[in-house]
C-alpha cells in the first residue's frame, strides 16, 4: 500500500534546522555502553581459560550466583565462596547453601539488616568477621581469613596485590573475595561493592571478577591496576554510613 503524505509550502532551510534539531538530542541521549574501557566481559574474551587450568574459575564460578538483594553483595559473595571451596554435596539430600540459608546459619542479625533490601551495606572490616563467622557457621575446620588492604597507589603495593592474585591462582583451595568500587572498574554506579575473584591472568596482568551483580554484569575481566584503584577509591557521602570506605582482598585460606 502507497500513503501519500500532503506537505505544506516549504520554508527555505527549514528542513534542514528541524533535522539539525532533531539530530542533537539524539546523538547526547544515546545510552552508555554496559562495560566502560576497563571491564572486558568474559563472553567476549576467554582465552585464559581455554589455555590454563585456572582451578578458581572452576571451582566458583558455578557457585557465584546473583545476589538476593540490592543490599546483599557481601552474604552473595561469601556464600559463593565457601560454596566453591566445599564442592558439590556428596549426598542427594544435602542442598547447596543459599545466601538465605547462610544468613540463618551465621545467625549475625547485624548482616541480615545491612543484607536486607534498602539495607546500607556492609563496610570492609564488617565483610572480614562475617566472613569469619560464616567459616566457623558452616564447620570449615582448619580455614582463616587474612586481608590486604591497600594503602597506597603505589608499585609496592601493586606488587602486593600481584603476588596474593597468584598465590590464590595457585590452587582451588583457597579463594578472594573482593571489596571495591564497583565503577572505578564498570564506568557506571558509583559505589562500593563485593565479589569473587575468579582468575589472575599474570601474563597480561588482568584479573576475572565473578560478578554478583548479575542483574546488571557477568564476569568481566579488569586490569590490576585498575583493581587497585578500584579498592582505594573512598566511598561517597552519598552512600551514608558508608562514606569513606575502602575496600581490599579477604583471603579465605587453611
Not at 121 to 129: R, S, T
Request: charged share 20%.
Amino acid at each position: 500500500m502507497t500513503i501519500i503524505t500532503r506537505f505544506a509550502p516549504a520554508v527555505p532551510g527549514l528542513f534542514i534546522v528541524a533535522a539539525l534539531l532533531a539530530a542533537g538530542p539524539a546523538r547526547s541521549e544515546e545510552p552508555a555502553p554496559k562495560l566502560g574501557p576497563d571491564a572486558v566481559p568474559l563472553t567476549v574474551d576467554h582465552a585464559y581459560l581455554a589455555k590454563n587450568a585456572a582451578p578458581d574459575y572452576w571451582a566458583f564460578s558455578a557457585f557465584v550466583k546473583p545476589q538476593f538483594t540490592t543490599s546483599a553483595c557481601s552474604i552473595a559473595a561469601v556464600t559463593g565462596a565457601l560454596n566453591g571451596l566445599r564442592g558439590l554435596p556428596a549426598h542427594s539430600e544435602d542442598t547447596v547453601t543459599t545466601q538465605q540459608q547462610m544468613l540463618e546459619l551465621v545467625a549475625d542479625p547485624d548482616w541480615k539488616t545491612l543484607s536486607a533490601e534498602g539495607g546500607d551495606g556492609v563496610k570492609f572490616d564488617q565483610l572480614v568477621a562475617f566472613t569469619g563467622e560464616a567459616i566457623k557457621a558452616t564447620a570449615m575446620e582448619g580455614y582463616r581469613t587474612e586481608v590486604l588492604k591497600p594503602a597506597a597507589d603505589d608499585a609496592a603495593t601493586l606488587d602486593e596485590v600481584r603476588a596474593l592474585l597468584k598465590a590464590n591462582e595457585a590452587s582451588e583451595d583457597d579463594a578472594l573475595l573482593l571489596y571495591f568500587n564497583q565503577g572505578v572498574v564498570t564506568g557506571d554506579w558509583d559505589g562500593p561493592h563485593v565479589s569473587v575473584i575468579g582468575a589472575y591472568d599474570a601474563e597480561a596482568d588482568r584479573v576475572l571478577i565473578l560478578e554478583v551483580d548479575q542483574e546488571w554484569y557477568i564476569p568481566y575481566w579488569t586490569p590490576t591496576p585498575v583493581l587497585l584503584k578500584a579498592m582505594l577509591k573512598p566511598t561517597g557521602e552519598e552512600h551514608g554510613v558508608l562514606k569513606g570506605e575502602t575496600g581490599g582482598l579477604v583471603h579465605i585460606v587453611k
